[in-house]
């Protein structure tokens, strides 16, 4: 008895924030497979649920400074069966909760509830729907609402299969005995009964299934007057669309839990239809950073990139865009959030040493005076391969005889000098110049000691490079070599543990790229950085320098979060095409001002305005003209 007594008890039910997409703002192939998704999780449920938008009101904490926002949150309730790996296999990013907001009344009216807070309630059911419905408008109404609930249960398929017959032959008797009686059959009746048959047929065959729908809306208001006002609102906004709504008296507390409403009966299309996580925000506001304000709604923009597939981020602007800017509004708020964070710049153009030195990082400048030991073949003890092919590129080895004999020798070898050593003259003649010549500063002498927070500043090594030939490769091999150098030290876990947030910041892209072993290490630096709680964040001037081959292409569709800044012409479209934005976008970026721009990441598309305190933009700016951001 015992047993059977467990057997039958209910379940909790199981509740899980998800995360929202710009539906309205995604190319239209995204939307189409968003709403694939959507019915693919509606297709695989073993159970009830019920899908909430709940308007929310938040205060945020940002440097030192509160901003009250109100914004959407998304949830999902099932019946007794945890269902975090169906929504993770459709593709909807999710956390669960232990519950979630609801009204708490403390008087209930025939047509409406006092709550809480002082505010009036009243909840709507939705009882007659339209024959089409645009996807996503559910959306429209978030605006007007305080709440949308949308239960939904999946009917057996014995059960679906037998209404659905049933209402068929209704529909086929009706026919029938029009043309008995020689009338002339509605297209309405028409159209209902082929719609029917097709369902019926898609039943049989497994690519569709029956719900029934209770969908309620529910608005608030200061006043009665108000609440009456807004009631108004809703309604006409609805009834404009066809959609019928009422709010039946004394069942308020009822309706707006879900547990009465009108029982729509629905295939899986129409169901999809009603596809609530749709945003134009990205407030990730548990874990994310805050970086500026959404450019259409105002809302912050709270970016949490340990919930994205992957933890790595491009930022690509023309110059003078604000990609540094970014970068550093980035860098100071991940510090704010993660005090304990270590981070790395590859600073180019010494844009980074004010920031690093205020946030504790020891900064050093790299110049051809100072020895810095950045032996690749040391770097590399573990990855021979990759060593020669760092190696090969630095040195201009192209030709595969030479390749091969230099790999070779790389893998007998404990250093760069033993394989200088162990070379034939023509290698020795390539191999010079890092060696016993004027680039040696970069791989000869002992290696500089890392802390947990650094940046290279190769600004006056730039400078002194003579305008060669030369000073292009040399300016390269010191943003390679020194980047690997960081890589390695994050491989040891004795220097940094896993469990310590790490942040890699690499200025001009093009530069690690455009050498095939360079571009090819950074490929797979981008696939394991995540593994060692690593967030790279690379930036990019030029972007068709840096897909032109097929690592640089995977370095950038293996960064989960890209933001765009201002493009020009020529730019745009290859952006669009490796991307993938729609028109509206893409006419967008051709005309952002500096800090502004687009955040992409999985299906949200959010137009940014990145925003800086004044004591910030003091440190960041590198150009007095730019304009002063405050909060």
């Known amino acids: 008895m015992q047993r059977l007594k467990q057997k039958t008890e209910k379940q909790p039910d199981c509740v899980y924030e998800v995360f929202p997409v710009n539906f309205v ?9 968003t709403l694939w998704r959507f019915q693919r999780l509606l297709n695989s449920l073993p159970c009830e649920i019920k899908l909430y938008a709940v308007k929310t009101q938040k205060a945020l904490e940002i440097a030192e400074n509160q901003l009250i926002t109100t914004y959407y949150r998304f949830f999902v309730e099932s019946s007794g069966e945890p269902i975090d790996w169906l929504l993770e296999q459709c593709g909807f990013k999710q956390q669960p909760l232990t519950e979630l907001p609801k009204p708490i009344p403390v008087k ?12 009036l309630m009243r909840s709507l059911t939705v009882y007659q729907l339209p024959g089409t419905l645009l996807p996503g408008f559910v959306s429209d109404l978030y605006g007007l609402c305080e709440r949308v609930l949308i239960c939904v249960k999946p009917l057996a398929p014995e059960v679906a299969t037998s209404r659905m017959g049933k209402y068929m032959r209704f529909l086929k008797s009706l026919i029938l005995a029009d043309q008995t009686k020689g009338r002339i059959i509605k297209d309405e009746v028409k159209l209902k009964h082929a719609m029917a048959e097709a369902t019926y047929q898609g039943l049989i065959a497994g690519t569709t299934r029956l719900f029934e729908l209770k969908v309620t809306v529910s608005i608030m208001g200061e006043t009665l007057e108000e609440l009456k006002t807004n009631t108004k609102k809703l309604k006409d906004t609805l009834q404009s669309r066809f959609i019928r709504l009422d709010y039946p008296a004394y069942l308020q507390q009822e309706l707006a839990l879900g547990v009465i409403g009108k029982k729509l009966v629905v295939d899986t299309g129409t169901a999809s239809t009603f596809f609530p996580f749709v945003s134009a925000d990205l407030i990730e506001s548990l874990g994310g950073v805050f970086l500026g304000v959404n450019r259409l709604t105002g809302a912050p923009v709270m970016f949490d990139p340990h919930l994205r597939m992957n933890q790595n981020i491009v930022i690509i602007g023309k110059s003078g865009s604000g990609k540094s800017f970014t970068s550093k509004i980035f860098l100071t708020r991940l510090l704010q959030k993660h005090t304990d964070l270590a981070f790395f710049v590859v600073d180019p153009e010494n844009e980074y040493g004010e920031v690093g030195r205020l946030s504790g990082a020891d900064v050093l400048d790299i110049t051809t005076e100072k020895k810095l030991g950045l032996d690749p073949v040391q770097i590399f003890a573990d990855n021979k391969d990759t060593a020669a092919g760092i190696i090969a590129d630095l040195s201009g ?14 893998g007998t070898s404990q250093d760069l000098l033993d394989v200088y050593q162990n070379s034939p003259s023509d290698l020795k003649d390539r191999l010079a110049s890092f060696v016993t010549g004027p680039d040696s500063f970069l791989t000869m ?12 500043n190769l600004s006056a090594l730039h400078r002194q490079l003579a305008p060669t030939q030369r000073r292009s490769l040399t300016f390269q091999a010191a943003n390679v070599l020194v980047f690997s150098k960081i890589w390695q030290m994050l491989d040891n876990t004795h220097f940094l543990p896993l469990n310590v947030p790490k942040l890699v910041v690499v200025d001009e892209l093009w530069l690690y ?13 981008s696939r394991r950085g995540r593994k060692r709680n690593v967030i790279l964040l690379l930036n990019s001037q ?6 032109e081959n097929r690592s640089g292409k995977a370095v950038i569709e293996n960064c989960a979060t ?13 952006a669009s095409e490796t991307i993938g934005l729609s028109t509206a976008e893409m006419d967008a970026l051709l005309e952002l001002n500096a800090g502004q721009g687009l955040i992409v990441t999985d299906d949200i598309h959010v137009p940014v305005d990145f925003i800086s305190t004044k004591d910030e933009y003091s440190v960041f700016t590198t150009k007095p003209t730019e304009r002063l951001d405050k909060i």
Do not use: H, W
């Open 108 to 119: 209930t009216f025939p047509k409406y509830m006092a709550l809480e807070n002082g505010k």
């Open 542 to 547: 030029r972007l068709a320098d840096v897909i």
């Open 397 to 410: 080895i192209e030709d595969n005889r030479s390749y091969q004999e230099l790999r070779t020798i790389v």
């Open 513 to 525: 790229t455009s050498m095939p072993a360079s571009a090819s290490f950074l490929e797979g630096v």
């Open 445 to 456: 002498g002992k290696p500089q000691k890392f802390s947990t927070r650094m940046v290279f």
């Open 562 to 574: 890209k933001a765009l800044l201002r493009q020009d012409e020529s730019a745009i479209r290859l």
């Open 25 to 33: 703002m995604l190319p239209k192939q995204k939307r189409d497979e």
